[in-house]
C-alpha cells in the first residue's frame, strides 16, 4: 500500500539532468536553479562524493535561522549532512552537481575521500583558481546541456591514472553498492580474500568511510528513495533488509534527521526523479 506524504514544495525549482552520457566514469550530473525555496532544504546524506559548483559567482542561500550568507562551489565526503546537520534556504541559487563514486573522486580531486568524511569544504580549497574559471565559464553557457558538457570536459581533464583504490577496494565497493547494502563486511573480506581488519582498514582510508558505514549509507539511500516514492515505512524497512520498521526508523533519524514520515517532504530527495533519472525504478 503506498503512503500518502506530504509532498515538498518545489515549484521554483528548475532541475534538469544531461540528455547525453557523460566521459567521467562513475559520475553522475544535475542542474538546479532555485530562486526561492520556502521551506530550509536539508542536505540529505548519499553515498558518493557531492561537488556544488556555482553557476557564475552569483549565488545566495541563507543558514537555516535566516542569516544571509555566500555558500559557493564546495565538495563534501561520503556522508555528509548525517543527522540533519545541514539545512540552508535559497534565496538565488544556481549551480551544477556531480556525484562521484568514491572511487574515482581521488583521481579527479587529487585528495582522498577519507580527508573529506561527513564534511564540506570549499571546492577551490581543493582544486585551485581553475574552479573560479570554471564557475565563471558556467555562467556564460546559455543551456544547461553545455553547462554539461563544459563540467564534464573540466572533470574528464582533471581525471589522472593515479589515486585508484585497490582492486580489492573497488570490487567490495561495488559490491556494497549492487548489494543495496545488504552484504556483510566478512562476506567481503572472504571474497577478495583478505582478512576482516585489512579490508577494514584499507577501505576506509581509500574510500573515506569503514565499510560496514558505507554499507549502511547505501542501505538507507534506497530505503529512503522507496518511502520518497510513496512505499510505507514498514515495506521500505522489509525490502531494504531491515530487522524491522523500527530499525528503518532509527537509520533514518541518524542520517537525515527526521522521521521516514518527514522525510518523503525533503525536497532534496522530491527532485531526485528528475535531477536523477537514471534512479528512477
Given amino acids: 500500500m503506498a503512503a500518502s506524504p506530504a509532498v515538498a514544495d518545489v515549484s521554483t525549482w528548475d532541475v534538469a539532468s ?3 552520457p557523460l566521459r567521467t566514469p562513475r559520475a553522475a550530473m544535475a542542474g538546479f536553479r532555485v530562486r526561492s525555496a520556502p521551506d530550509p532544504v536539508r542536505i540529505v546524506p548519499h553515498p558518493s562524493v ?16 535566516g542569516r544571509r550568507r555566500r555558500w559557493g562551489s564546495h565538495v563534501a565526503g561520503l556522508g555528509f549532512g548525517a543527522g540533519g546537520s545541514f539545512a540552508v534556504r535559497a534565496d538565488d541559487v544556481e549551480c551544477v552537481e556531480v556525484r562521484l563514486s568514491p572511487t574515482v573522486a581521488r ?20 582544486v585551485g583558481r581553475e574552479l573560479a574559471r570554471l ?7 546559455a543551456t544547461w546541456e553545455e553547462r554539461f558538457a563544459a563540467t564534464d570536459a573540466w572533470l574528464a581533464g ?6 585508484a ?21 566478512d562476506e567481503l573480506a572472504a571474497e577478495v580474500g583478505w582478512s576482516r581488519k585489512r579490508l577494514w582498514t584499507r577501505f576506509g582510508a581509500q574510500l573515506g568511510a569503514a565499510p560496514k558505514r558505507a554499507a549502511t549509507l547505501v542501505r538507507f539511500d534506497r530505503a529512503a528513495h522507496r518511502i520518497v516514492a ?11 533488509g531491515y530487522a524491522d520498521q523500527s ?9 537525515a534527521g527526521v522521521t521516514p514520515a518527514r522525510l518523503a517532504a525533503e525536497p532534496f530527495l522530491a527532485v531526485d526523479d528528475v535531477a536523477w533519472p537514471a534512479r528512477r525504478r
Avoid: K
Avoid at 50 to 65: F, K, N
Avoid at 158 to 163: P, S
Avoid at 230 to 240: H, I, K, S, V
Fill in 18 to 20: 544531461p540528455r547525453r
Fill in 247 to 255: 530499525h528503518l526508523h532509527r537509520e533514518v533519524l541518524g542520517f
Fill in 135 to 141: 564557475g565563471e565559464r558556467l555562467g556564460e553557457l
Fill in 158 to 163: 582533471r581525471r589522472t591514472g593515479h589515486g
Fill in 50 to 65: 557531492m561537488l556544488l559548483v556555482e553557476v557564475g559567482g552569483r549565488s545566495v542561500v541563507r543558514d537555516a535561522d
Fill in 107 to 126: 583521481s579527479v580531486l587529487g585528495v582522498s575521500p577519507a580527508e573529506l568524511e561527513g564534511i564540506a569544504v570549499p571546492l577551490d580549497d581543493v
Fill in 230 to 240: 510513496g512505499l510505507e515505512p514498514g515495506r521500505a524497512a522489509a525490502d531494504g
Fill in 165 to 185: 583504490p585497490d582492486p580489492e577496494v573497488a570490487w567490495a565497493w561495488r559490491r556494497i553498492v549492487a548489494s543495496e547494502g545488504a552484504v556483510r563486511v
